[in-house]
């Protein structure tokens, strides 16, 4: 089974800290994402990534950064919390960037206070 | 870019009962529609998937339609179950674009 492990099930921050999301998958996948869902509007993508060191903005990209150094792990950055990034936070995975399945982690549910 | 509109946004249904989820798509470019199924405390998880050259798919109790002329497509769930109950989002990209979902839609099963 493919699994994708996002670190926290929750994080508690405070305004202006940077935060750091961390995703792995285990099934050696090209493609790796990071959505953002809030009620009401669905999964909105916020970056992606389909190859090691590479980066393409999605949505809503404003006001955060990613990173993967390894194929297996993409980071979602948060330069500086803010209380409109309280939010629930899916890392995905998939097999290449054609009509394949997305796997979803469990989710990182982010509070900025 | 692409834009996915989906309705109803909760949908209550007796045990036993047909639930149908309806989403459009505005992209005519758009060639896979995948469904999502996410349970509480979980991420979503893919239910079923169609390809803009099917017109109709079933797996079990569930089923989804395309109709590209019109540019919307369709979940059914037969025989509701209470482990039916989820949040359900529908779907659309084209080739290697992006993924872009619906809204979403809170189904909740009485007994």
């Known amino acids: 089974d493919v699994k994708v492990t996002q670190s926290s099930r929750y994080l508690v921050k405070r305004t202006g800290e940077k935060v750091f999301l961390e995703c792995v998958q285990d099934?050696?996948?090209?493609?790796m994402f990071w959505y953002r869902q809030d009620p009401g509007l669905g999964l909105r993508l916020i970056y992606f990534s389909y190859d090691v060191k590479m980066k393409e903005k999605g949505d809503i990209p404003e006001g955060y950064s990613v990173s993967r150094e390894k194929k297996e792990r993409f980071s979602l950055i948060l330069e500086s919390a803010s209380t409109n990034q309280t939010s629930m936070y899916l890392c995905?995975?998939?097999?290449?960037?054609?009509?394949?399945?997305?796997?979803f982690g469990q989710g990182t549910r982010l509070t900025v206070v | 870019g692409e834009n996915v509109e989906q309705h109803p946004s909760t949908l209550s249904v007796q045990e036993g009962d047909s639930a149908v989820i309806k989403c459009t798509y505005s992209d005519s470019a758009s060639n896979y529609f995948p469904w999502y199924k996410q349970e509480l405390g979980k991420g979503p998880q893919l239910i079923i998937d169609i390809r803009s050259n099917v017109g109709e798919k079933k797996d079990q109790r569930i089923a989804v339609t395309l109709n590209k002329t019109a540019k919307h497509f369709s979940l059914h769930i037969t025989e509701t179950q209470p482990e039916d109950s989820a949040v359900y989002f529908c779907a659309a990209k084209w080739g290697w674009g992006k993924l872009q979902f619906g809204a979403g839609t809170q189904v909740v099963v009485t007994p």
């Open positions: 995905a995975s998939s097999f290449d960037r054609g009509t394949t399945e997305a796997f």
């Open positions: 099934m050696d996948h090209e493609n």
